[in-house]
């Protein structure tokens, strides 16, 4: 017998719609990229994302076209995404800070028929033109008075051009919900880059399970801004879960420093925030150079590396803001896990709370995890127990678009099917799970593994030290060894012994470092991770020093 409900589409043009009917008032500021700030509503967001939905018909964009984007954190890529995905096609956020190479490979790949792109991408996109023989149209996203002149794109469009020719009368299609809506590239350390190809469904049900309260706890009372860019997994969904539920919007353009997202916050009344270790660390360098409070500021979600333990106490002790850690993943939407308490830790003391946060967290529901042993077999959840973190779920991904890769899904002992994450993790009896490295980025010692995370959590909790990176080094007789790679906080003085003596005691002897290298800054990647396959590369000519710590194993 079947349930006698409505069967009604989970899409993502609904998300705009409920927005505007419920929350049609509540603002949407940016700092744009001409510079100043603009603000408006949902209400005349999705009014303009109805103007642009015609603007695309009249392109002859259509239900499957790809439609891509290199475009800051700004209400006009925010009206593309429900524009392009809210009339069947395909929003295709790219990261602008790929290598032209690399960008021109993902277009193509992605099929783009047009491009649109911020001022700031100007010159980019004039390179670029000609590797695209698949972009019908070219579309600033500005006005015509932001026209750049002399400019080489052929046929430029200008977005407030096209808008002001179309009318705000549109009705979204019913689509079917499993129809795609969105395009990522991942980051492809190894071999080309790979689409994640996002559902109308997958979509909403991602928007409705991060906005619970054990995930990032948004609500109509909230003042969210992104600091994770609306191309790095479309800022972890909250241009979506924001509008699901009615949470102000801000979006800080492409100034991500300590000094302009401080100045956001105070402004906009910032409440609630998400970004990746690198941008938060800017912002606390900012307030205690300058000696700041926040004031309005009370979560923030850190994630897409591993937060510090000395950042999460460092927010949660001197600023007063609660740190969400969370873990994800492109292929998962991003979200997968948050950390949040239980009722039991509540009465715990403040060092063993900070045990449990230092975790990556519980699943949301419509995730489930597990870990696998070397001979693929399910591992317990006691936390000691670690192996290759598996995922299954309605918003992680089934396959690459167009098979790249081949199937990467892997088979339990009852048949179901899972996404191997390449994280390696633990998870304990109370489900919360924690990774102990990328696979790749494990330090494999005399055949045992070092946990490249957490000597670098140790290492940044040292007072002097801002940033670390722990990587395996060639050893002859043990495969290799951590060295621990260091920013020096400015003005701050630490040496060599220093940093290994804080260390000792923190760690098994036999995951002492064998050296540290203090480095002026660390490579990061397109995202703002410390990139450790561009310090390998760096460090191709290191040479450990004669007399190794694993001597003492
Ligand atoms: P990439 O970094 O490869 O460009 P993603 O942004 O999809 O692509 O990164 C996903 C990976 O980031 C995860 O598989 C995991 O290794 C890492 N990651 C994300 N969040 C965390 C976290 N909280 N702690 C540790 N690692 C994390």
Redesign the pocket.
């Known amino acids: 017998m079947q349930g006698l409900m409505m069967d009604m589409p989970l899409l993502v043009s609904d998300l705009i719609r409920q927005a505007d009917r419920h929350h049609g008032v509540t603002s949407i500021v940016s700092r744009t990229v001409e510079g100043g700030r603009h603000e408006y509503n949902y209400r005349a967001a999705h009014a303009r994302a109805r103007r642009l939905a015609n603007a695309l018909a009249r392109l002859g964009v259509r239900a499957p076209d790809r439609v891509g984007t290199l475009a800051w954190n700004g209400y006009r890529h925010f009206e593309l995404y429900y524009a392009v995905a809210g009339s069947g096609a395909v929003i295709h956020t790219i990261n602008p800070r790929l290598f032209p190479e690399q960008i021109a490979y993902i277009a193509n790949h992605a099929e783009d028929r047009a491009l649109f792109f911020d001022l700031s991408f100007v010159a980019l996109v004039e390179k670029l033109a000609p590797q695209l023989p698949g972009v019908k149209h070219y579309v600033l996203m500005s006005d015509r008075a932001h026209r750049p002149p002399n400019c080489s794109i052929p046929n430029l469009l200008c977005y407030e051009d096209l808008l002001e020719a179309e009318s705000d009368d549109y009705v979204w299609p019913r689509l079917d919900e499993r129809s795609a809506c969105g395009l990522c590239y991942?980051?492809g350390?190894t071999g080309n880059p790979k689409g994640v190809l996002y559902a109308h469904r997958s979509t909403v049900l991602h928007a409705y399970g991060s906005s619970l309260p054990d995930a990032l706890n948004l609500s109509a009372r909230d003042v969210v801004a992104p600091a994770v860019a609306m191309f790095?997994?479309n800022a972890w969904g909250l241009p979506y879960s924001c509008a699901l539920t009615g949470a102000k919007l801000v979006l800080p353009g492409a100034a991500l420093d300590g000094k302009s997202l401080y100045e956001l916050f105070e402004a906009e009344g910032v409440t609630v925030s998400a970004g990746v270790p690198t941008i938060w660390l800017g912002l606390l360098q900012h307030l205690k150079a300058n000696r700041l409070r926040l004031s309005s500021f009370k979560r923030v979600v850190i994630?897409?590396?591993?937060?510090p333990p000395a950042m999460i106490r460092s927010f949660e002790e001197e600023y007063g803001v609660q740190v969400l850690?969370?873990?994800?993943?492109?292929?998962m939407s991003?979200l997968g896990s948050v950390c949040t308490f239980r009722a039991k830790h509540l009465a715990l003391d403040r060092e063993e709370r900070y045990a449990v946060q230092n975790k990556?967290g519980r699943t949301i529901f419509g995730v489930d995890m597990r870990i696998v042993g070397g001979d693929g077999k399910t591992l317990p959840h006691d936390g000691n127990a670690f192996g290759d973190l598996h995922v299954r779920g309605p918003w992680v991904t089934n396959g690459y678009f167009k098979g790249e890769g081949g199937d990467p899904l892997r088979s339990d002992e009852s048949g179901a099917q899972w996404f191997p994450?390449?994280?390696v993790a633990t998870i304990d009896a109370d489900g919360y799970m924690q990774?102990t490295d990328?696979s790749k980025d494990v330090i494999k010692s005399g055949g045992e593994w070092i946990s490249s995370?957490e000597l670098e959590n140790i290492a940044v909790a040292h007072p002097a030290i801002a940033e670390a990176a722990a990587i395996g080094i060639a050893h002859p007789k043990w495969d290799e060894r951590p060295i621990v790679v260091a920013v020096k906080k400015p003005g701050a003085e630490v040496s060599r012994e220093d940093l290994l003596g804080f260390l000792e005691g923190r760690i098994a002897k036999w995951w002492m470092p064998d050296d540290v290298v203090f480095v002026a800054e660390l490579p990061h990647?397109a995202?703002g991770?410390i990139s450790k396959l561009t310090l390998r590369e760096q460090l191709k000519d290191y040479r450990l020093p004669a007399e190794t710590g694993a001597a003492r194993k």
């Open positions: 991942t980051s350390t790095h997994v994630g897409g590396s591993a937060c850690h969370a873990w994800g993943m492109t292929e991003p990556q994450t390449g994280d990774i990328r995370i990647t995202t991770k």
